[in-house]
């Protein structure tokens, strides 16, 4: 279940969860209260979630054996439902547009707390939020994954027009802090003229960042791609030498998933689920945010050390394919329903 289901995170991991659990024979039906994007066709149901009627919601909430949220606001069917619950914390920033995901997201887990059955928590770090907030005693933390039939090494590079050629991949928010990769650019062209970065995304900050882009007279060495499709976006990773991100929150980060599953190191700010997941994976290096001169020089000894990450990352990735949530997620939905 979600509140407003747009492309993000939170969608991915549902998308990619759902066919996963469809494909061990399990019914699912992806339900929210908006959807502003619907799922690609699979074989789950997608479902509007009824409101203003509480006969209504309750019989349709009555169709499930579990409820599996994925959205703050969708807490509040824990309050209706006769069925096992679980919330699925992805988490929000406590600043800049994310005040107002986490203003909705604390009550309702306040709220509900004592209705939800089981807690999944993203990363380590997610889950220890979730403690310190809560003091909750029912976190599962289970990483979000990846696909390694699509996200793969060997894959032609049909988008490389630099060396060394860099990647970010996100949703262009202000929080994202993309402007710090394209000043740190502007440094390493100094050194290497033929560096390239490549910008894999859109959103509020986009206006911003082609006039930053165009005032650094960048406009040969990094690109604003926009949005690509599920089936385009392997190719940019094949066609990178580093995976770059100078983001100020995650709670995991799914794109650093995706580049060490294409073989490729990465290059990251030192918030604590970077940290958690390249210091597990030994997949590439973090650097202070604000650093933009350690940036560069993270960056080259990546590049240059990148047959040894490789082979961490390709084995960490390996280990986190979508396969592997959906068994882990099958536990504990039996382990919910036994109790």
Request: charged share 20%; proline share 4%; aromatic share 12%.
């Amino acid at each position: 279940m979600s509140g407003l289901y747009v492309l993000g995170g939170s969608s991915i991991v549902i998308e990619n969860l759902a066919d996963q659990l469809c494909k061990r024979g399990v019914e699912v039906t992806i339900g929210a209260l908006l959807f502003k994007r619907f799922p690609p066709k699979g074989a789950y149901e997608v479902a509007a979630i009824p409101v203003g009627n509480i006969l209504k919601l309750k019989r349709f909430l009555e169709n499930f054996d579990i409820i599996h949220n994925h959205h703050p606001i969708t807490n509040y069917l824990a309050l209706v439902s006769r069925k096992p619950f679980m919330y699925h914390y992805h988490g929000a920033p406590d600043f800049g547009w994310g005040n107002l995901l986490r203003y909705s997201m604390l009550p309702s887990i306040k709220i509900t707390n004592h209705y939800i059955d089981a807690v999944i928590a993203v990363s380590e770090t997610a889950g220890a939020e979730l403690k310190r907030l809560f003091s909750l005693d029912k976190v599962h933390v289970v990483y979000d994954c990846v696909d390694t039939t699509l996200f793969k090494p060997g894959l032609k590079e049909k988008f490389r027009k630099g060396s060394p050629q860099l990647l970010f991949v996100g949703n262009l928010y202000k929080h994202k802090n993309v402007g710090e990769l394209i000043f740190a650019l502007k440094e390493l062209v100094k050194e290497y003229p033929e560096a390239y970065l490549q910008i894999v995304g859109h959103g509020r900050m986009y206006g911003y960042l082609k006039h930053l882009i165009a005032g650094l007279g960048l406009e040969n060495n990094v690109e604003l791609v926009g949005r690509v499709s599920s089936f385009e976006l392997p190719y940019y990773y094949a066609s990178c030498d580093v995976y770059i991100t100078a983001s100020r929150w995650e709670l995991f980060g799914l794109p650093l998933l995706e580049a060490m599953a294409c073989g490729k190191p990465v290059v990251a700010s030192s918030i604590p689920s970077h940290v958690e997941l390249i210091t597990k994976a030994k997949a590439g290096i973090t650097y202070t945010a604000g650093e933009i001169d350690v940036l560069c020089k993270n960056i080259i000894r990546a590049h240059e050390a990148s047959d040894k990450y490789r082979s961490n990352a390709l084995f960490f990735a390996k280990e986190h394919d979508w396969s592997v949530m959906a068994d882990q997620t099958l536990r504990i939905y039996a382990e919910i329903l036994h109790r």
